[in-house]
């Protein structure tokens, strides 16, 4: 599905959630995840406008950290409530470490809960590095509804730290946002550049392709998609939408079939295969699928 927006929150919030639900992995050459180091505070951030560095974390507690780091691989792997969990701990371990309530809000279920976080990282950004100080600032530019400002963080973070995928990855989503998709491609192929196995990245660029009618290159991105987080509904998903997209119709429904392999309660799986029956004039067929749905529905989101 479209960068896994499928929280209640998405629709209020969704450029803000666009933020970080990507995936992570070890960085080309052996080296550390992107936000992978510990700093004192705000104080140890490097001064200078541009930093060799990836964004550094700002919590003095180890056990906060190894928490966070976990946490947000769960998370950028979509599995949104484990990671979490990991983030209320970390947040417990170290009540100062303003990006543990910065991942709390892009996972929040609801717009109340999103809210608040955001608002307690905002209030936390004065003891972060620089680099956390843009990513909080441009998720509350999101969150508001401030795409212009939003894209403004996002483009001094890249200027400050060209190494990290994450920022890019930001950028990507800025541009993506305000449907200027060439650009938002070259940030994302920058991440990518950066952090090979960045899945979430693949995923993005896959749906920046398809506005523009790049249908093979986005084929190509929602494969490698599959390929780093197979045992996740939502790449099979994604890659089940383009080929909707493009009219092959039967592809679309395996690969819907295999998300729910995955995940038997994945919503948009059976609403995705409803659609490729409709679509293809089988109107009681699709209907039955729908149904199926509905009868699985574990709560009024998926009735609704």
């Known amino acids: 599905m479209p960068r896994a927006l499928t929280s209640p929150t998405a629709a209020l919030i969704g450029a803000a959630l666009l933020s970080t639900l990507t995936a992570c992995?070890?960085?080309?050459?052996?080296?550390?995840?992107?936000?992978a180091t510990v700093t004192a505070s705000a104080s140890a951030t490097p001064t200078a406008e541009w930093n060799a560095s990836p964004v550094a974390l700002s919590t003095t507690s180890a056990e906060a950290k190894d928490l966070y780091l976990k946490g947000r691989k769960l998370a950028e792997e979509l599995r949104l409530h484990d990671g979490?969990?990991?983030?209320?701990q970390a947040a417990a371990k170290d009540p100062s470490f303003a990006m543990a309530h910065y991942q709390l809000a892009i996972t929040s279920a609801t717009a109340k809960d999103f809210f608040e976080h955001m608002n307690e990282a905002v209030a936390l950004s004065d003891k972060a590095t620089d680099g956390e100080r843009l990513m909080i600032l441009n998720l509350q530019a999101g969150g508001n509804a401030q795409p212009k400002q939003a894209r403004e963080y996002?483009?001094?973070?890249v200027s400050k730290y060209p190494n990290d995928e994450r920022a890019h990855f930001l950028l990507g989503n800025a541009y993506f946002g305000q449907q200027d998709?060439?650009?938002?491609?070259?940030?994302?192929?920058?991440a990518i550049e950066i952090?090979?196995?960045?899945?979430?990245?693949y995923n993005s660029l896959g749906y920046a392709y398809r506005p523009i009618e790049k249908y093979a290159d986005a084929e190509t991105a929602f494969k490698k998609y599959i390929e780093l987080i197979p045992n996740d509904p939502n790449p099979?998903?994604?890659?089940?939408e383009l080929l909707m997209k493009t009219g092959r119709f039967d592809e679309s429904i395996?690969?819907?079939q295999r998300a729910l392999s995955v995940d038997p309660h994945f919503s948009n799986a059976f609403i995705g295969i409803a659609t490729d029956l409709m679509l293809q004039g089988k109107h009681d067929q699709a209907a039955a699928q729908a149904q199926k749905l509905y009868d699985k529905a574990r709560d009024d989101g998926d009735k609704r």
């Open 195 to 201: 952090n090979a196995q960045f899945s979430g990245a």
């Open 154 to 157: 996002a483009e001094e973070l």
């Open 236 to 240: 099979y998903d994604s890659y089940a």
């Open 254 to 256: 395996a690969q819907y």
């Open 181 to 190: 998709f060439d650009k938002a491609i070259e940030q994302y192929k920058k």
């Open 84 to 88: 979490r969990q990991l983030f209320e």
């Open 25 to 35: 992995g070890p960085k080309k050459g052996g080296t550390d995840s992107a936000s």
